[in-house]
């Protein structure tokens, strides 16, 4: 079992539909991390949250300690956030990331 | 600042040879990690470092990569000699001291034949 999940592993969507990805994770982290890359391109940290929620243009971030989850949200989709989206988490005291094998989402227009 | 920096952005290679892989992180940023992403294993860390010293080198595959970070504007991931199997897209990102977030370059597309 991988210590951060990723759901789904794939995903498509119809422009307009409201998306979600969830990580679950298995250790103790000090913060999550949300990464966006697209087709053949270099990684965009979108968000990173230690509690609560964070918003950003179309993107909702939210995190539960408690539970060990996170979940991204997309609102009113579109075909350019077709990308790879990864969750990644350090342990707690380091550095040394661990990262989810990431969701593939697919918009279509 | 114009991010993370790297270069070359794509190298191919023959078996056998040196490469050489560099980095500038954005300035005044304190941790610099270099990952490696391939189709079966995702993101890996390699090593990153911290005011340019090494603090973790456990993901370096073997003593053919080597890693070095003479100063805070720059880096080099070196692999000798080259495999086949080290054929992937290196990344390097530094963190924001302040706020914690993580900035990665371009990355590095190898591919060794």
């Known amino acids: 079992k991988n210590e951060v999940e990723q759901s789904p592993q794939n995903l498509t969507a119809q422009e307009g539909e409201f998306i979600t990805i969830n990580c679950s994770y298995s250790?103790?982290?000090?913060?999550l991390h949300w990464l966006q890359q697209h087709p053949g391109g270099g990684i965009v940290s979108l968000f990173m949250?230690?509690?609560g929620k964070k918003k950003h243009g179309r993107l909702i971030a939210t995190i539960n300690i408690q539970e060990k989850h996170s979940s991204l949200h997309i609102t009113a989709s579109h075909p350019r956030d077709s990308a790879v989206y990864i969750c990644?988490?350090?342990?707690?005291?380091?550095?040394?990331?661990?990262f989810g094998t990431g969701t593939r989402l697919k918009v279509l227009a | 600042d114009a991010g993370v920096i790297q270069s070359p952005r794509h190298e191919v290679t023959e078996m056998g040879q040196e490469v050489t892989l560099r980095c500038k992180p954005i300035?005044?940023?304190?941790?610099l990690f270099w990952y490696r992403q391939t189709m079966m294993r995702g993101l890996e860390l390699l090593i990153y470092?911290?005011?340019?010293?090494?603090?973790?080198d456990s993901g370096m595959p073997e003593d053919r990569f080597s890693a070095k970070m003479p100063n805070a504007s720059f880096s080099t991931l070196k692999i000798q000699p080259s495999e086949p199997r080290d054929s992937a897209v290196y990344f390097c990102?530094?963190?924001?001291?302040?706020?914690?977030?993580?900035?990665f370059g371009e990355g590095s597309r190898l591919t060794v034949l």
């Open positions: 300035s005044g940023h304190d941790y």
């Open positions: 990102a530094s963190t924001d001291p302040d706020t914690g977030e993580l900035f």
């Open positions: 250790v103790g982290i000090s913060a």
């Open positions: 949250l230690s509690s």
């Open positions: 990644a988490a350090p342990r707690s005291g380091t550095y040394k990331y661990i």
């Open positions: 470092f911290n005011n340019n010293v090494p603090i973790d």
